[in-house]
């Protein structure tokens, strides 16, 4: 999800609106990738490296994961989707970690769409929790075995890697699991985001012929 900042200062509003309007363009992504029929859907929401911004942005933003884990995960749990999270949630504020265990623990045995959401999310930092996991659990380094010690664990490698706001660059997200993932770049920002776009985006990727390496 990016380009919040450039939506909002385009409309001479400040950042924080910007997230603010990010997070029902969330909704209504969730909701169209569900409509859709969309299996798995993985949303970057906070990266390892966000830290570094100024402090009272990283704290509004965390005000909204808060605040989106008590209101819309929940309901989410109640509609039979998948909710999970990738990332090291334990730097995120103790009562934050608490309700996205149990929203995680409650949608655990529902059966539709998984909704995955990267909080303090770094691609790097998940191989190297796998790996480290490995070595504790004395397991040989497999391909199988880092794939069952991800965070990502259970689910299927993305078909789509989509960025938008006109970034042409993976930034930390899902390295292991976009081998081969097809790319769609969107110049459109992230707050603008809805049903129309996800439609674009499944059009334009059933259009690629994929051959995983091999030959047609
Ligand atoms: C992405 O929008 C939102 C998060 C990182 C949570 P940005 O904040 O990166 O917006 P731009 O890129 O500055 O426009
Ligand atoms: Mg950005």
Known sequence: MDGNGRWAKRRLMPRKYGHKMGV????????????????EVSFFALSTENWSRPKDEIDSLLDMIKKFAD??????VGKNYRVRFMGELHRLPLETQRALESIAQAAKDNTGIVVNIGINYGGRDEIARAAEKLVQENLPVTVENINSH??????????????????KRLSNFMLWQCAYSEFVLIDDYWPDFGEETVMRIIKE????????????
């Not at 209101?71 to 989410?76: H, I, L, R, T, V």
């Open 24 to 39: 029902e363009a969330l909704k209504r992504v969730i909701a169209a990738c569900d409509k859709l029929g969309v299996k």
């Open 71 to 76: 209101e819309e995960m929940k309901e989410y």
């Open 150 to 167: 991800l965070d990502t664990a259970g689910m299927h490698d993305p078909d789509i890697i989509v960025r938008c706001a006109g970034e």
């Open 205 to 216: 990727y059933s259009g690629r012929e994929r051959r995983f390496g091999g030959l047609k």
